[in-house]
């Protein structure tokens, strides 16, 4: 048992209703006690959702307990069936129902016998992998479900199409940003004259999916789902993938150049010309992406040597990493994820910029590292946006888990070149600078009235006398609860009780602030 | 499947297959009304999720609940339960030093049959912290039945409270008499005590309190009280009254077990319901009512301009809180017509006051008595919905956006059981949600194009 009070990734289940979901004309019936269906109200509340979510409920009840599921679960499966005609039924129990043991394979087997749809069991250990986990496996078995079974009835078209194009894999319901993401990296693939095979699963076709292996290449934007599906694609059907995250100038330009090479692959056997996509990068780099503007104006070298944190998944804190480091030359103190499960890979990502690196995913562990470097500004997931409220330090989102806010009306996109620009605007805003930082510091700060002592305060029976206080009132009120700290800590140190203007000056001489 | 209990209301049962919330959600209203508890919801990942999710409630600051979240180990019995719980409890008392822990028995703990209430007695000895047991599972109960089964495990808990605090005050300082003088509580006065039940937010419950001191009717506690160390005294001959339909477990606790003498009455919903749940209370009592209809009157007034917008207007209620009866009966009240009361679960004595006047309002108002579905089919209800068109759909949160975007009013019935929509006074609040999406849609009417799916 754990005490939990919160957590950044969802139950198994989640992952696999929002593949489910994400497809057109699926539908996922889930085996849970009443009230497990929360995935609805997630799906229709946060994504705004025209339609009603496309997965409904087998009540395990008392009733249910005492003499099997079978009949009910197969009830509903062929009402489903007939009621919505959909291609594909998905079965998924919760954590709770997967451990009556029953055996839900067969079910599902026997419920395909009668209907029309196609129904699979989603084989998941709701206790061995979390939602991420279980939408990659979903996705998987989804696409293997298919090709598989084309490929036993010899029916699949191995062909590649004439003119060079892709999949995009991972784009789906509930995700940060997909949709955003996904418009533009529909526009990347459009101005590289690269043609879009299928995009899964959000919005696609299970009957389409017999086509994915005649797409040149697959791309992968996140790696947390759709890796499993390109590995597969890869083994089977020989299908290279690209699965550089192309955030940041410098990653959008190593993306595009894995696509360059993937397509001069294919293009000499299937009479196309070969490409060079170097121009393009560069006129993006050079003259269209405003982020890249920004990295060499004068107002950049202000984030020089200014400290951040970074937490989130691993494909997106791994990215605002290195677009903080390389593109901003922003210091990141300590960077980490919550996707325990891709440990290896985050490491071996971010180990040549940061040498903290913190993989967890128990928050108060998070908290307690931001309390402890006190970075100027935070860039992590809504739990990091909160311990930056309580410590007064500002926080830019920049990963899942998604809230209302990871919706917005308008466009923001955090992958391609507009992506730049969309994450240059946070981070830049999320800091104070230029002018504003100097006349904060000739002058006081904004609000030189009073001096709130916080709870976080270490000085535990100093005294400041009036001068002090004065003294402390001058400093600017955005850093002045870290500077009462550290010369407090400093106080502390010497063992000095009576804190007055000369201990504050030599600490400022000491710390340096 | 259909049973009469009179010649006029009917009971429909469908099969069960709808949306609503798990009742362990009753944890994100109970940890506020209870100020010095701690609620230990022993679940999985799912559970944790939903209330982080759906509710809204993230626990940030001081959180006085938490997950004890069942992993691997725990579902395949490698792990010992007890020492499990014992080390979790232990750092909740550290950290946060509680007066009371709840366990919350979710439906995992029922499948891997956790014996959670033999465990509680041996740990609340061994860390001197009382524990209570509830299971509000999903597999027995819909959403605000959770309370219920928290109420019910609690007043248990009314008889030896007294007993409890005096017993350990020696030993730990843990339990401060209640800030009341001891004497008060087993003072009877005038009349036998009466106790009321159900969780309200204190100034709600401060605003029933005096309607029945209006009448000389003093009501001697509370079940829950703002703090767990102010439970009422109950046991023989007490008189205990319901304030929500959704309490029916607590009830019969508190007749079987506690030998208290339940009054049956509508609940406090609305105009209508308060003064009929008064007019319940006084005659046991021998008490004569004064003033009520007066009362009723100058409320009903006070409404005027919200009844105008939803005279004639039709509503549908999918079901999903067990306030449905109460609060269609004061809709139909208001002059509404309602075409359908879906519910998860009806208890049919414990609501007979209520369905009473329901039948009694529907005469008076010449109105036809709406179907009432227990257990209803969503499928099968969004169907009829979207034959009889009402003017205003009161769904649950999942169902609410994409009967908008087919140019349907809607109403969460969530939000009337967070609302404060008790008493006399707060009968307002009630026409204010019911009314908002009516208001809201009415001010949108330049944006034409009401529906948004082809």
């Given amino acids: ?513 | 499947m259909s049973a009469k209990i009179s010649e006029t209301l009917t009971f429909e049962c469908e099969t069960g297959n709808y949306h609503t919330f798990c009742p362990i959600s009753c944890v994100s209203w109970l940890y506020q009304k209870i100020e010095d508890s701690f609620f230990l919801m022993v679940g999985t990942k799912t559970c944790g999720y939903f209330l982080q999710n759906t509710l809204g409630v993230m626990i940030f600051a001081e959180p006085r609940y938490a997950m004890a979240e069942l992993e691997e180990g725990d579902i395949s019995a490698q792990l010992n339960d007890y020492e499990e719980l014992k080390r979790l409890c232990i750092r909740i008392k550290k950290d946060r030093d509680p007066n009371v822990i709840i366990w919350i028995g979710t439906c995992t703990t029922e499948i891997i049959k956790m014996d959670l209430e033999g465990m509680a007695p041996k740990l609340e000895s061994e860390i001197g912290i009382p524990i209570i047991v509830a299971r509000a599972n999903g597999l027995d109960h819909a959403f605000t039945q959770g309370e219920d089964t928290v109420l019910a495990a609690m007043a248990h808990r009314c008889l030896e409270q007294r007993l409890f605090v005096r017993e350990r005050n020696g030993t730990i300082q843990k339990f401060p008499p209640p800030l009341e003088k001891e004497g008060e509580f087993i003072e009877y006065g005038d009349h036998p005590s009466l106790a009321l039940f159900g969780s309200l937010p204190s100034n709600v419950a401060s605003q029933l309190s005096p309607e029945l001191r209006r009448q000389s009717v003093k009501v001697s506690g509370w079940l829950p009280a703002q703090r767990y160390t102010h439970l009422p005294s109950l046991g023989n001959g007490v008189y205990v009254c319901g304030i929500n339909p959704f309490l029916s477990r607590t009830a019969a606790t508190l007749v079987r077990r506690e030998r208290c003498r339940l009054i049956g009455a509508p609940f406090p919903i609305g105009p209508d319901g308060t003064r009929a749940w008064i007019e319940k209370i006084c005659p046991v009592f021998d008490i004569e009512t004064q003033g009520l209809e007066e009362r009723e009157k100058q409320i009903w007034e006070s409404l005027k301009d919200y009844i105008s917008l939803v005279h004639g207007k039709s509503v549908f209620f999918m079901g999903d809180n067990l306030l449905e009866i109460s609060l269609a009966r004061f809709l139909i009240r208001c002059g509404m017509i309602v075409y359908e009361i879906g519910i998860p679960y009806m208890d049919k004595r414990y609501q007979a006051a209520e369905l009473a006047l329901l039948r009694d309002t529907c005469i008076k108002m010449c109105v036809p008595i709406p179907r009432i579905v227990e257990k209803p089919d969503n499928y099968n209800q969004l169907r009829r919905i979207r034959e009889l068109q009402p003017d205003l759909a009161i769904t649950g949160m999942a169902h609410a956006d994409p009967l908008e975007a087919r140019g349907m009013n809607t109403k969460w019935s969530v939000e009337f059981t967070f609302a404060q929509i008790h008493g006399f006074a707060n009968a307002r609040n009630v026409l204010e949600l019911v009314t908002r999406p009516l208001r809201c849609n009415d001010n949108l009417e330049d944006l034409g194009r009401t529906t948004l799916v082809k």
């Avoid at chain 1, 489910?20 to 996922?28: E, I, P, R």
């Avoid at chain 1, 002018?435 to 001096?451: A, N, P, S, V, Y």
């Avoid at chain 1, 700290?485 to 600490?507: D, L, P, S, W």
Wanted: contains cysteine.
């Fill in chain 1, 1 to 513: 048992m754990r005490l939990a009070y919160w957590m950044y990734a969802g139950p198994a289940h989640i992952g696999t209703l929002r593949v489910a979901s994400s497809f057109k004309n699926v539908h996922a019936i889930m085996h849970a006690p009443l009230g497990d269906d929360y995935f609805n109200v997630m799906r229709s509340m946060l994504e705004r959702e025209r339609d009603f979510a496309p997965v409904t409920i087998s009540i395990v009840d008392r009733h249910v307990l005492a003499r099997g599921s079978r009949e009910k679960v197969i009830e509903n499966i062929l009402r489903k069936d007939k009621e919505e005609r959909p291609d594909l039924i998905i079965l998924t129990p919760t954590c709770t129902s997967s451990i009556l043991q029953e055996d839900l394979q067969n079910f599902a087997n026997k419920a395909s016998r009668i209907s029309d749809s196609d129904v699979i069991f989603a084989n998941i250990d709701h206790y061995r992998v979390n939602e991420l986990q279980a939408a990659d496996r979903t996705l998987e078995q989804v696409v293997k479900y298919y090709l598989d079974r084309s490929h036993g009835q010899e029916t699949l078209d191995q062909s590649v199409t004439d003119v060079p194009s892709a999949n995009i894999i991972g784009i789906f319901t509930l995700g940060f940003h997909n949709q955003h993401d996904c418009r533009e990296l529909r526009r990347l693939l459009r101005d590289l004259d690269i043609k879009i095979n299928q995009v899964i699963p959000e919005g696609g076709s299970v009957k389409d999916l017999i086509n994915l292996p005649r797409a040149w290449f697959n791309l992968v934007p996140y790696r947390e789902v759709g890796l499993m599906t390109a590995m597969y694609l890869e083994n089977e059907f020989g299908m290279p993938y690209v699965s550089t995250t192309p955030m940041g100038a410098v990653d959008m330009a190593e993306c595009i150049q894995q696509i360059h090479r993937n397509v001069n692959t294919l293009a000499p056997i299937s009479s196309n010309k070969k490409v060079d996509y170097e121009p393009y990068i560069d006129g993006q780099t050079r003259f269209v992406s405003r982020a890249a503007r920004f990295s060499r104006s004068i107002d950049c070298h202000n984030l020089t040597g200014k400290e951040t944190v970074v937490f989130g998944d691993a494909t997106h804190a791994a990215s605002i990493t290195k677009i903080s480091i390389r593109e901003m030359g922003i210091r990141v103190s300590c960077t980490g994820t919550y996707c325990k499960h891709d440990a290896e890979w985050f490491k071996e990502q971010i180990q040549d910029f940061c040498d903290k690196i913190l993989i967890t995913d128990d928050h108060t562990e998070v908290g307690d590292m931001i309390a402890r470097v006190e970075p100027s500004a935070i860039f992590g997931t809504q739990m990091e946006r909160h311990i930056g409220k309580r410590l007064d330090i500002p926080c830019g989102v920049i990963s899942s888990p998604v809230h209302i806010q990871s919706f917005p009306l308008g466009y923001r996109p955090f992958l391609g070149y507009e992506g730049t620009n969309q994450i240059a605007d946070p981070v830049y805003n999320s800091f104070a600078l230029g002018m504003e930082d100097h006349l904060l510091d000739i002058f006081g700060g904004h609000d030189t009235k009073e001096i709130m002592t916080r709870s976080l305060s270490t000085g535990i029976g100093l005294i400041w006398d009036p001068e002090s206080r004065r003294e402390l009132s001058k400093i600017p009120h955005f850093v002045r609860n870290k500077v009462e700290r550290n010369i407090e800590k400093f106080a502390q140190q010497k063992g000095i009780v009576n804190i007055t203007t000369e201990v504050i000056y030599a600490a400022r001489e000491v710390l340096g602030i």
